[in-house]
């Protein structure tokens, strides 16, 4: 059985179309684990290292958000989709306070960086 890690974009949930989606078309053989995870970058990054070995996931498939996300993840198969590659750019204009949308920094700088 595979297992498969689906995080959402911004404003979804792990209830969204997409993760019911991907647990319909994949079918026998693969195991799609979609938790909600918070709008904080810290905390979102947390979530998902703790999923990655709580259910030994084999891939990753993220969308916007939740591809940046991803993003950070080593050692690990991911596919990303539309990631969002400028959070402080692109969350202030959805209305994201400025203290969630400041947690996105330093990771956008370590992206750019190569880290």
């Keep these: 059985m595979i297992h ?6 911004l404003n979804s949930s792990g209830n969204s179309r997409t993760s019911k989606c991907l647990e319909e078309y994949l079918g026998p053989g693969y195991k799609v684990f ?4 918070p709008e ?13 070995i709580k259910n030994k996931i084999d891939i990753v498939v993220a969308s916007s958000l939740g591809g ?22 692109e969350l202030p204009k959805l209305g994201v306070d400025e ?8 990771y ?8």
């Design 68 to 89: 940046f996300i991803a993003l950070k993840l080593r050692n690990v198969m991911k596919i990303v989709i539309n990631p969002c590659m400028s959070p402080t750019v």
């Design 34 to 37: 979609h938790p909600t995870f």
């Design 40 to 52: 904080d970058a810290d905390a979102a990054l947390t979530k998902v290292k703790n999923e990655l």
């Design 99 to 106: 203290k969630t949308v400041s947690r996105y920094t330093q």
């Design 4 to 9: 498969i890690l689906y995080i959402h974009g």
């Design 108 to 115: 956008e700088q370590s992206l750019l960086q190569g880290i």
